[in-house]
């Protein structure tokens, strides 16, 4: 009972000491602000299950100058818009043939039915067209002066045959959106100073982009000038090594050519006319930059 009594006087005095440290705690610090906890759902990002993209074509489509062999632009497409876009498979068919004008495009579409197929389930349809249509042309009046005037009648006969093409592409898809790509001119580096070759290209491709403004739900991809001028944008970049390290000085017509030698690193190396693999990436940006801009047509939630 005594060491009680000798004890009570140091509990209270410790009871008391933590009174007033609980006292000036509570005094000194702030109090905690209110928790708000977002009970509402949160609402989970719209994705496609499925986009299926049918690439229909030319060289361009088949890739032609890609040294992968895995199909030019249209891998490229595909694993660029599954990066970027809310879709959980993206699945493309390639129907590229090389050398096919409009016309032959259309003949093998009335007897591919893997190609039909593909067409009717496309939520998207690339196509490369109008370059070989162009060739044709231009071979025929390879002995006379180029003019525009002597484009008009090729134009129109191009346009009939597309028309007659988009017509039989809309047997099997009345809908999904049609992305055609304008050409370019390969030429353009080497042969600036040929200004016909430039203004045919150009009137080439203005004569689609009409052609394409008056489809239902078709978009024109220009690539010409992304193309033709090589990825710097200019024109005579990119000049080979200079002559006079490997040429001998007396050989001045040598020297001229080398000088005027240039390359577009942009297109292949092996024909100085198709894409090389940077092209078809470019080719790619270009698709996909219109394909996202018009996404509200065949994106499927």
């Known amino acids: 009972m005594n060491k009680l009594k000798k004890l009570l006087p140091v509990a209270s005095f410790f009871i008391v000491i933590c009174l007033v440290t609980f006292t000036l705690l509570s005094l000194l610090i702030p109090p905690a602000g209110k928790i708000e906890v977002n009970t509402k759902p949160q609402a989970k990002e719209k994705r496609m299950d499925i986009l299926r993209i049918s690439a229909i074509g030319d060289s361009l489509t088949e890739g032609v100058g ?32 090389s050398g096919d004008r409009s016309d032959q495009i259309l003949k093998r579409l009335k007897k591919n039915e893997e190609m039909q197929k593909s067409l009717a389930e496309a939520n998207i349809i690339t196509l490369t067209v109008g370059g070989n249509d162009l060739m044709k042309a231009i071979q025929s009046h390879i002995f006379g002066k180029l003019s525009l005037k002597s484009f008009v009648k090729p134009r129109n006969r191009y346009e009939d045959e597309l ?80 002559p006079t390290d490997s040429i001998e000085e007396n050989n001045s017509s040598a020297q001229e050519d080398a000088k005027k030698a240039v390359v577009n690193n942009l297109i292949s190396e092996e024909d100085s006319f198709h894409p090389n693999n940077l092209g078809y990436q470019v080719i790619a940006n270009a698709f996909k930059k219109e394909i996202i801009a018009t996404k509200e047509l065949w994106f499927k939630k």
């Open 163 to 242: 028309q007659r093409l988009y017509d039989e592409i809309r047997k099997y898809n009345a809908t999904a959106p049609i992305y055609q790509l304008g050409i370019y001119n390969p030429f353009f580096m080497n042969f600036e100073d040929i200004k016909e070759m430039q203004e045919i290209a150009d009137y080439w491709n203005e004569g689609s982009k009409e052609f394409v403004s008056r489809q239902d739900n078709a978009f024109f991809v220009p690539i010409n000038e992304e193309i033709s001028r090589g990825l710097d944008g200019k024109s005579a970049l990119n000049n080979v090594a200079d």
């Open 66 to 97: 890609d040294t992968t062999k895995a199909g030019g632009y249209v891998p490229i497409l595909q694993r660029d818009l599954t990066d970027s876009e809310p879709i959980n498979v993206i699945q493309m068919s390639n129907f590229g043939k």
